[in-house]
């Protein structure tokens, strides 16, 4: 008996399936479709952003639009530029999917649950009403003391490659870790330490592939995984409640008056407010989790690139240090005014940006209407995926899009073609956060070190993409040569 009710509800399921499969390729029919093979193929071997715009390529350029069957529904990847705009500027009509709606019973949604990243409507107000205050004071002694202890560790080492990726995750951990929420995780020093390791097996058990390719998979139990989660979210939630009580007890006036106070801690005051809703411990440790994905790995890997980028233009990086010693002298850091005058500097920043978005493509959206585009209907609740490095590769939008071109930044406003960050009301939180980190941390490296790509690198006639981690794209590892200057 309980067979064939198992049996009953597999047909059950399916035939819904297949009804979904076949009601919304009707509507969509005439909007070009890109093989599943090549999906699955590109989750598999576990492929760049670039390898799908390579196959992807020729149908996003000439209609702007597309559409693959993935976990059980049609979604439709969007690079036209005048849909993209429509996307990020009418956040009530294009919402977010939430993390279960977009992934439903997996580890990533319990884990990041509703955050100001995932949310709409009322509940988005509120986790940004609750953030806002915490990234307009930026703790920017914690960007000087983490440069000063990047170059402290780098100290043994000259003339020698260094594998540039693994530093700067491990620098943009600590940076996060006492930025986010006061706690130093000490990746520079150590980083097999425990709390490290915590941290990277969550990451790694929430980017396997299988369980977003195999959404059936999702339904038997990971004990492990879930064992790994519970250690991380009970450092976080520690942290937390001791934040909550450091309050009661008026502990924290001073570290705000100062501002030096963390993110948490400017939350956890604006969760103070008799006037506004506030968010639970619960929401405020899954806002502390998204921190942590968007402005570790997002960093890391725009230091890794820039970096590199850095070591095959000599030329560029010869014109960046040399702003860098005009306009600093002989301060370590750049000042809040001194950053303004990095002109040259912003460019360099704005184009690995544009090349390699740390992010290549943005969050599901959900149309909640029909939407005419063109000859096309997408029906509402129809997924959108807006994607941000075939938009920065495209011909279309960049004139020779795949050379390194800083200049191009030099006058320009990219409003609609350059997505690094977003856009409309929904632009990244800690776009300030990483650029100034940026910043200090190119000043700190560039004046003390000549950078270049050791003459057997794998990245040696282009960069090699890795798989998008948790929704972040990097490259492989990179070994870099750091060379002390004499000057």
């Known amino acids: 008996m309980v067979f064939l009710i198992i049996i009953l509800l597999l047909i059950g399921f399916l ?122 004071n930026l703790p920017i002694h914690v960007f000087v003391e983490s440069a000063m202890k990047l170059l402290t560790v780098m100290e043994r080492v000259d003339n020698k490659p260094i594998e540039v990726k693994n530093l700067m995750h491990r620098l943009t951990l600590d940076v996060l870790g006492k930025a986010a929420f006061g706690f130093d995780f000490n990746n520079l020093e150590d980083p097999n330490n425990n709390y490290v390791t915590a941290y990277n097996e969550v990451m790694e058990e929430l980017s396997n592939p299988w369980y977003l390719l195999i959404p059936f998979l999702r339904y038997f139990p990971r004990t492990e995984a879930l064992k790994k989660i519970e250690k991380l979210n009970n450092l976080y939630d520690g942290i937390v409640e001791n934040k909550r009580q450091s309050m009661k007890l008026g502990e924290l006036k001073e570290k705000l008056n100062n501002h030096s106070a963390d993110l948490l801690e400017y939350m956890i005051q604006a969760c103070n407010d008799p006037e506004n809703q506030t968010l639970t411990n619960e929401e405020l440790r899954y806002n502390v989790a998204i921190f942590m994905l968007a402005g570790h790995d997002t960093t890391a890997n725009a230091l890794t690139t820039i970096l590199y980028l850095l070591a095959v233009h000599k030329d560029a990086q010869k014109k960046v240090r040399d702003e860098i010693l005009r306009v600093l002298g002989d301060d370590l850091v750049p000042s809040k005014e001194q950053q303004k005058e990095l002109k040259y500097m912003d460019m360099v920043i704005n184009e690995n940006l544009r090349l390699y978005p740390p992010i290549a ?4 959206r959900l149309p909640l209407q029909d939407v005419k585009f063109r000859d096309h209907v997408i029906p509402a609740k129809t997924p959108i995926i807006l994607f941000i490095y075939g938009i920065h590769h495209s011909s279309k939008n960049w004139e020779d899009p795949e050379k390194f071109i800083p200049e191009r930044f030099e006058n320009e406003k990219h409003n609609h073609t350059w997505f690094s960050f977003g856009g409309g009301n929904r632009l990244c939180l800690g776009t300030n956060f990483s650029l100034i980190e940026q910043r200090i941390i190119l000043c700190a490296l560039l004046r003390k070190y000549e950078v270049s790509l050791p003459e057997n690198s794998i990245h040696k006639d282009k960069l090699k993409i890795a798989h998008a981690n948790s929704g972040t794209m990097g490259p492989h590892p990179i070994p870099l040569i750091f060379k002390r200057r004499t000057e």
Do not use: C
Not at 16 to 33: A, E, G, H, I
Not at 361 to 364: C, G
């Open 15 to 136: 035939t819904y399936k297949f009804y979904k499969f076949y009601r919304k390729l009707s509507v969509l029919k005439n909007v070009p479709t890109i093989s599943f093979l090549n999906v699955l193929i590109h989750l598999i071997t576990k492929a760049g952003p670039d390898n799908r715009w390579r196959y992807s390529r020729e149908i996003l350029e000439n209609e702007g639009i597309a559409k693959f069957w993935f976990n059980g529904e049609w979604v439709l990847l969007v690079t036209d530029l005048e849909l993209a705009k429509d996307i990020v500027t009418k956040s009530d009509l294009y919402v977010k999917a939430t993390l279960e709606e977009s992934y439903p019973g997996t580890l990533f949604g319990r884990f990041y649950g509703t955050n100001v990243v995932m949310s709409n409507g009322d509940v988005w107000r509120r986790h940004r009403r609750i953030a806002n205050p915490a990234f307009k």
């Open 361 to 364: 493509q943005l969050p599901r």
